[in-house]
């Protein structure tokens, strides 16, 4: 399986700053999406350190064991390198006052052949889009997701809620936090959508299907997306990143191209 990447992200309307970060590595076939939070330029350093800190510990590892390592021990390396990622966030907060309550969403992934391990703390999410339907493979780290849960309030009351920012799990707030991890099978043609809740928050599931179908390439997807999301408000920082897989068409040897194969 071969995999093409491409990010974006936009302020929005109604901020001045980003407080999102995302990076992928093509090579090691990594992907972040971080979403920060906290006063002051607070979520841009706590985003910003969970990426950078991330993206080195896991290509320098994947580059080092990728043929050799399986999903399992993919989990394990992402569970260790989030837990280190979350104390020197942690760290920081306590050095700095003006760092003091910074916090960041965290959604990760790691493409291997036609496996795909994802991670993800918080409300940033990770969609599959397959043959024309789009699907939710995480589930919201937040108040409303539990209230959703409980049967408290229904799915049209939750689109409308006002308390769709409150999230019950983040980088950088506490000493120890779970990376909640899953595993999927990757078929040719699938596109994923990783993204911050400013994209989510101002564009359904409906549209966001609509707009990976309607578009040939990533970027124009990408673009489509962050308008979609500023035409409805654009009331938060929008980051999205996608990854599309495509079969590994391997070439004819010369012999088999002489024995007609």
Not at 89 to 94: D, F, G, S, T
Not at 108 to 116: C, H, M, P, S
Not at 135 to 146: A, P
Request: net charge negative.
């Amino acid at each position: 399986m071969n995999y093409e990447f491409f990010s974006q992200t936009d302020p929005g309307l109604s901020r001045s700053n980003n407080e999102d970060t995302v990076a992928f590595d093509a090579e090691t076939q990594l992907c972040i999406v971080a979403d920060g939070m906290g006063g002051y330029n607070a979520g841009e350093i706590a985003s910003g350190m969970a990426v950078e800190f991330i993206r080195a510990e896991m290509t320098r590892w994947l580059a080092q064991a990728m043929h050799l390592a399986g999903p399992k021990q993919v989990c394990r390396a992402l569970e260790i390198c989030v837990e280190n990622t979350n104390l020197a966030i942690l760290k920081a907060a306590h050095a700095n006052s003006q760092y003091a309550g910074m916090g960041t969403t965290l959604v990760v992934g790691v493409f291997q052949k036609d496996q795909l391990v994802v991670g993800h703390i918080g409300d940033s999410r990770c969609y599959l889009f397959r043959g024309g339907h789009l699907t939710l493979i995480t589930r919201d780290h937040s108040l409303l997701q539990e209230q959703l849960d409980a049967g408290l309030i229904s799915p049209e009351e939750a689109a409308s809620s006002t308390q769709k920012n409150l999230v019950t799990r983040a980088l950088g707030v506490e000493e120890e936090v779970v990376l909640e991890v899953d595993q999927r099978d990757v078929m040719a043609d699938d596109i994923f959508l990783m993204c911050s809740d400013g994209l989510t928050d101002m564009v359904g599931d409906v549209a966001i299907a609509q707009s990976l179908g309607a578009e040939p390439t990533l970027a124009a997807m990408a673009q489509r997306l962050i308008n979609a999301a500023n035409a409805n408000g654009g009331r938060d920082n929008i980051t999205v990143l996608l990854a599309r897989a495509t079969a590994d068409v391997k070439k004819p040897t010369i012999m088999a191209r002489l024995l007609g194969r």
